[in-house]
């Protein structure tokens, strides 16, 4: 089901800015808190057995991850259309950015350095990008920018192991699914990081969800120096 129908579905609107309560004269603050406040109200975690609140915050995070890319928000703004071409192609603007950096260092706060609520709530993560995340926490706890959370400095690697196991088992249910499907590359891939995404949204407090950890009230984003500074 597209991202316009499942809002249909769920919320009764197709119209991404009526799903947030905002006018589509927004600003991207507005929309920020529009997301906050309604994820905060479907958060799985107020009723965990009920499976349409999950299906709500998931489709809360495909609709941020249209309307906080500019790009994105302006196709959808002219043509009223989303396409999984412009998800993949956010996907790749985001990863390896220092909007992601930002944000995993807010995650690493919010959850005390524990890498697999990190990973799981990470956007556009997967397995194959757990050492270059861990590699950016780390530098920046070496600099004295993020605190040395035990969790994370300490991680057993039964910890590990467990985690990618299970990232494995995901990925092997994911290309089953294309192989019953008879996907093509192009398709494959987007099944793939469609797959991933539901499985980490299905198995955490998520994000893209997840970006509860990115605008919590908490404080904002965590700056490319050091804490408290910009």
């Known amino acids: 089901m597209g991202l316009l129908e499942q809002c ?44 349409k609140a999950t299906e709500k915050f ?38 390896g950015s220092d909007e992601e950096r930002q944000d995993v260092y807010q995650l690493y706060l919010q959850h005390e350095g524990d890498m697999d609520s990190i990973m799981a709530s990470t956007l556009c993560c997967t397995q194959e990008d757990e050492p270059r995340l861990t590699g ?21 690697d039964k910890k590990k192991r467990a985690r990618k196991q299970k990232a494995d088992k995901e990925q092997k249910e ?8 008879g996907l093509g590359a192009e398709d494959s891939l987007v099944q793939m990081l469609k797959q991933r995404q539901k499985s980490r949204e299905l ?4 994000f893209l969800s997840n970006l509860e950890a990115k605008y919590s009230k908490k404080g904002g984003k965590v700056s490319s120096g050091k804490r408290g500074k910009k």
């Open 174 to 181: 994911a290309e089953e699914v294309q192989k019953e499907l």
């Open 136 to 156: 950016l926490i780390q530098a920046a706890v070496e600099a004295n920018e993020l605190p040395a959370f035990r969790a994370f400095t300490h991680e057993s």
């Open 203 to 206: 198995g955490f407090d998520s």
């Open 8 to 51: 249909k579905d769920l919320f009764k609107t197709s119209n991404l800015y009526e799903v947030l309560g905002v006018a589509k004269e927004a600003s991207d603050a507005e929309v920020r808190r529009g997301y906050y406040k309604v994820s905060l109200q479907v958060h799985p975690d107020r009723a965990p057995d009920d499976q």
């Open 58 to 95: 998931q489709a809360l995070g495909r609709l941020y991850s249209v309307l906080s890319d500019e790009e994105q928000r302006a196709v959808y703004d002219e043509q009223g259309i989303v396409t999984l071409a412009d998800i993949v192609e956010f996907e790749t603007k985001y990863k």
